[in-house]
Each structure stands twice: as structure tokens, then as C-alpha cells.
């Protein structure tokens, strides 16, 4: 090649690595001005756009760290699982007169407060919970759990009398209660946007699968033997998630920032920029300290106020949607529509249904998303049980045998399955998800810890209350008031809870009503 066809040659490269330049530069500046801050993250919110889904600087980072420290939480939720099936196998076989599983005799009362007392236990830890896992941090606060879930499998196992055998009770219903509020917390600071629906609806699911353990071994193998595979599942517990990372975001509000970014490294994988992350990590935690809010003007705050009515309300339609009283039902509306299935076969069979529902929904919750789950939750319980309702009135008004009765027969049977589907997919493991991802951190293990206690409160006057509503009013009418509350759920979920499929916790508090200035984080001032 000639002098001249080289200096040629140099130009032409030249200019065309020039009009590159400038194509990335406005590349760059196009997607700077995408970037939803301010007044611009509210419009980026209201069309359902994830800034992550515009850009993204760092990288995807690796999912299934997070799905491993997931899976290693919610072992504790297992543990919680066989905690609440536990009575269905074992109280009723202890209250038989020729039980030999203890040494002592347990009267039908002494039963129903055996069974309710782990309703009172969650109930009365859930607040507390809250203020330890802020002091010593989700992960540490898991592992302390441990102790006391032996210690009450162990009073349980070995109970001499009545008075161990419910005090073993109420301190696992400490424990329970305690992971129904720290495992979910901890997802939901581990996961990435993209997953943390999925992460989040593995506690749900877990505890489903401990539930379906209880029935399965409890029916199958001695007390004592049962007994103690529920004492092993704890130890299995803390000896995995010794190994997990502690939340990054914990780590940062504490300034252990060299600890934060270990955790985002091993939940993200090397290859991921983990400092983009930590970055905002640190600017959130920063501002908080140069701007200190009190809680009681934290707890306050407009954004705050919907959140916690969201919460609670969640809760309280989950309870009042009458699982219970289905569940309490299964053998008769087995019964009812002719199947001759045991007792304890029925149970294993429900308890399947809800371990397949719950995974499918963990499967299609980052998909779909929240509010259609729910809304889909709410208004197939309420046909089922108005469905449930009819049945039950017409046997309660013709008989059992009567010719109306048995050409519904089927129905019992297909609205009970449906509703526990249904239940399982969303009313299940939405509301302990939305806890975690509507409220900012400030007030997160606070909100999380009272609508836990909500939850279990509720469990409890809903079970202690049951039988003798029925009794009072007709098993048919229990059925159309439990209808009638998730029409009312259905109609709040409609207008009031925000979908947080995919979206940043900047974009949900301003879906919350928060101002821009506040879900901006002062990037603006801090340029």
C-alpha cells in the first residue's frame, strides 16, 4: 500500500471512529433522559415501566444465588408448616380414650386449646420480632429462632402432662410466628426486581409443604417418631442458612459497607457491577441520616398510612376468606358428595392441592403480577363459597337425603377444590409479600411485625369462634358471610392496592401517592 492509500486509509477510519463517538454520545444522553427521576419516575410508573427495563449499566447478575438463599430462609416457614399441621393428626388421636402416645389423657377442650395455643404464641411475637431483626439484623435473628423451636418440639415430644405439652405449643408458635415475619423481610431485601415476587411467594409455599408433611407423616408413623422428625427440621434449618449472606440492605443502614458489598457479591455473582447497586444502597441510607425522620413521622406519612391499611387489610381478608372453616370442613363436604375417602386421605389430598397451587404461583406472580392474582383469588373464593353456602343450607333445611341435596352433590366438592386453588395462588402468599415490598425500610419490620400479629389474632378468633357460629346462625349462612367479605376484598383490591410487579421501591412509594421530590433520593442535589 502506497504512502498516499495509507493517509487515505487513516482519514476514513478517523471520521468514522468520530461519527461513532457521537452516535454513543447520543445513545447516552437518550437514555440518561429516559431515566425516570423526579417528576419523570411517576410516568414511568404509572405505564408499568421498571427503570431497569430501560437501563441497565450493571449487568443482569446471577439469579440463582438469590433463589438459594431464598429456598435456605424459608425452611424456617417448613418448620412453621408442620408447627400449624401438626394438630390435625395428633390432636384428634390423643383425645381418643385408648390413646397411648402420652401419659396422660387430654380432654375435647384441653384438644382445642393445644391446637389454638401457636395462634396465641406467633401472635405475641410478631411486634417484638420486628425491633430484634433491626437490632441484630435478618439473618442473625433467624438463627436465634432455632433454640426456641427445639425447645418446644422438645417439651412437645417429651410432655409429661397437659401444661408441658401446651407450653412446648405456645413457644413453637413463638417461633413460627417469628419466621413469618423475618423470612419474608429478608427476601425481599435479597431479590432483585425482576424475582422477588417468585422469592417472596416460596415462604407461602414452604409452608404449605410443611403443612402436607404433617399430614402425611402424622397419619402414617407413631407421635413420638413424628415428634421428633419436627425437631430434626429446625437444625436442618440453621445448619444451611448459617452459610447465607446477611441483607445487603441491613448491612448498609448499619455503615458496614465492605460487609454489604461481600453480600451483594456472593447474592449477584462477581460479574455483576455490585457498586451501581450499593451505590444507591448508600445515597438511600445517607439521606435518611442527613434528613432524620422520626418514626412516628415515618409511621405517618401519607405513603406510609396506605401501606399499612393495604397490609392489614390484606391480612384480614386473607382470614375472614374462611380457609379455615373449608379446611375444617374437608371430611364432611368429602363426605357430602359421596366419596368414601377417610378422614386423613381427604386432608393429604387438600393439602396436595395447596402445595401445587402455591408453586404455580410462584411461578406466574412475576408474570401476571399481584393485583390480577388477587382480584382472580378473591373472586373465585367468593363464588365457591356462596357455591358452599347453597349446599350446606339446603342440607341443613331438607335433609341430607333429600333428592335437592344429592343432585348437588358434586358441587361440595368442586367449589372446595377451586377455593383452595384459588386461595393458594393468591389470597395464600400475596399479603406477606406486600408487606415486604410496600414500605420503605424505615418502617418495614414494623408494619411486617403487627400485621403478622394481625394475622395470627385473627387466626385465632376465627378458629376459637367457628363452631359456634355455626351453631348460631347455620353452617350455610358462615359460608355467604365469608362470600360476602371477599366480594368487599375483591372491590378493595380493585381500587386501592397498586400493582409492584417488577417495580423499583422508588416507583411503588410514588404509586403510594409519595411526592417526586421524595422517591428521587436528592439525586438531583447530589450531582
Known amino acids: 500500500m502506497s504512502f498516499n492509500e495509507k493517509v487515505s486509509k487513516l482519514k476514513i477510519d478517523m471520521e468514522k471512529c468520530a461519527y461513532d463517538n457521537e452516535a454513543f454520545a447520543l445513545t447516552e444522553k437518550n437514555l440518561w433522559m429516559s431515566k425516570p427521576t423526579g417528576a419523570n419516575n411517576g410516568a414511568m410508573a404509572d405505564i408499568g415501566v421498571s427503570q431497569s427495563d430501560l437501563v441497565e ?28 399441621g401438626w394438630s390435625s393428626p395428633v390432636v384428634f388421636a390423643i383425645k381418643q380414650a385408648n390413646s397411648t402416645d402420652y401419659n396422660f389423657d387430654v380432654s375435647d377442650s384441653q384438644g382445642d386449646w393445644i391446637s389454638s395455643l401457636v395462634n396465641l404464641g406467633a401472635a405475641a411475637v410478631c411486634f417484638p420480632i420486628g425491633l430484634i431483626m433491626d437490632s441484630f439484623g435478618r439473618k442473625n435473628t433467624m438463627l436465634m429462632l432455632v433454640l426456641p423451636f427445639t425447645l418446644g418440639w422438645l417439651l412437645i415430644t417429651f410432655a409429661s402432662n397437659v401444661a408441658m405439652l401446651m407450653v412446648g405449643r405456645f413457644i413453637t408458635g413463638v417461633a413460627g410466628g417469628a419466621f413469618c415475619v423475618t423470612a419474608p423481610a429478608y427476601t425481599s431485601e435479597i431479590a432483585q426486581d425482576s424475582i422477588r415476587g417468585s422469592l417472596g411467594s416460596y415462604f407461602q409455599l414452604m409452608i404449605t409443604v410443611g403443612i402436607l408433611f404433617a399430614y402425611v407423616v402424622g397419619s402414617s408413623t407413631s407421635i413420638f417418631v413424628f415428634n421428633i422428625l419436627c425437631t430434626v427440621i429446625p437444625l436442618i434449618f440453621g445448619l444451611i442458612f448459617f452459610f447465607m449472606p446477611e441483607s445487603p440492605n441491613y448491612l448498609v443502614v448499619k455503615g458496614r459497607h465492605d460487609e454489604a458489598r461481600e453480600s451483594l457479591i456472593r447474592l449477584r455473582g462477581r460479574n455483576y457491577d455490585v457498586d451501581y447497586e450499593l451505590d444507591i444502597l448508600q445515597k438511600k441510607a445517607v439521606d435518611a441520616k442527613d434528613n432524620p425522620v422520626s418514626f412516628l413521622s415515618a409511621i405517618t406519612k401519607k405513603t406510609a398510612i396506605k401501606a399499612i391499611i393495604i397490609c392489614y387489610a390484606l391480612m384480614l381478608f386473607q382470614q375472614f376468606s374462611g380457609i379455615n372453616a373449608v379446611i375444617f370442613n374437608t371430611s364432611s363436604i368429602f363426605a357430602s358428595a359421596g366419596a ?57 333445611t331438607h335433609g341430607q337425603n333429600s333428592s335437592i341435596v344429592e343432585a348437588i352433590s358434586w358441587l361440595p366438592l368442586l367449589s372446595l377444590s377451586l377455593f383452595i386453588i384459588a386461595f393458594s395462588i393468591g389470597f395464600g402468599p400475596i399479603p406477606w409479600m406486600m408487606a415486604g415490598e410496600l414500605c420503605l425500610i424505615d418502617i418495614k419490620a414494623f408494619v411486617g411485625s403487627t400485621a403478622g400479629t394481625l394475622n395470627w389474632l385473627l387466626s385465632f378468633a376465627v378458629t376459637s369462634t367457628f363452631n359456634s357460629l355455626n351453631k348460631a346462625i347455620g353452617s350455610g349462612q358462615v359460608f355467604w358471610m365469608f362470600a360476602g367479605i371477599m366480594l368487599i376484598g375483591f372491590v378493595f383490591i380493585f381500587f386501592i392496592v397498586p400493582e409492584t410487579k417488577g417495580k423499583s421501591v422508588d416507583e411503588i412509594q410514588y404509586l403510594l401517592g409519595a411526592e417526586p421530590e421524595q422517591t428521587s433520593n436528592n439525586t438531583d442535589e447530589k450531582k
Open 340 to 396: 368414601t375417602i377417610p378422614s386423613a386421605i381427604a386432608t393429604i389430598i387438600i393439602g396436595v392441592i395447596q402445595v401445587v397451587a402455591t408453586f404455580t404461583s410462584s411461578l406466574i406472580v412475576d408474570k401476571l403480577g399481584r393485583r390480577i392474582l388477587l382480584l382472580f383469588s378473591a373472586l373465585v373464593m367468593c363464588v365457591c363459597s356462596t357455591a358452599l353456602g347453597v349446599f350446606f343450607f339446603l342440607q341443613d
Open 57 to 84: 449499566p450493571r449487568g443482569e447478575g446471577r439469579k440463582l444465588p438469590q433463589y438459594i438463599a431464598a429456598i435456605s430462609a424459608t425452611l424456617g416457614a417448613l418448620a412453621a408448616g408442620t408447627m400449624m
